[in-house]
């Protein structure tokens, strides 16, 4: 239903265990019923799924919310919206490593003595 781009991919997902159903790992060959519910783990993200309807067909992307229902949990989607926003800040892409002042400015940023250096800076400027 969409959720893999191909099959192979999609049993490959299976064999590693990465599609579940109530706990437990779901085989490549697993029939699904109307009402099921199964999740499928794509990076640090957990998407959850609810069987609406069921196909014989591969389907247009158009038609797949009247066969498959998303319930994907908020804190699982506030997960996704923190990798995206991640993914966004920092260097460029295609600029190389960091430098060394860029890795200190980076470890500061992330220390928890980030407000203090904030503050002296602010002493700097006066």
Not at 6 to 18: E, F, L, V
Not at 25 to 54: A, H, N, Q
Not at 90 to 102: S, V
Request: aromatic letters at 8%.
């Amino acid at each position: 239903m969409r959720i893999y781009k191909t099959r192979s991919i999609a049993a490959d997902a299976c064999k590693k265990g990465r599609i579940t159903m109530h706990g437990v790992e779901l085989k490549p060959s697993r029939t699904f019923k109307i009402g099921d519910k199964f999740s499928v783990r794509k990076g640090p993200i957990t998407y959850s799924y609810e069987v609406l309807r069921l196909s014989e067909n591969r389907l247009g992307a158009k038609l797949v919310p009247e066969y498959m229902r998303d319930i994907t949990t908020p804190d699982q989607l506030e997960l996704l919206e923190l990798a995206k926003l991640a993914g966004k800040s920092g260097r460029d892409r295609g600029t190389g490593r960091p430098t060394k002042k860029d890795r200190r400015e980076m470890e500061v940023f992330l220390s928890d003595d980030y407000d203090e250096y904030l503050d002296d800076f602010d002493d700097d400027e006066e």
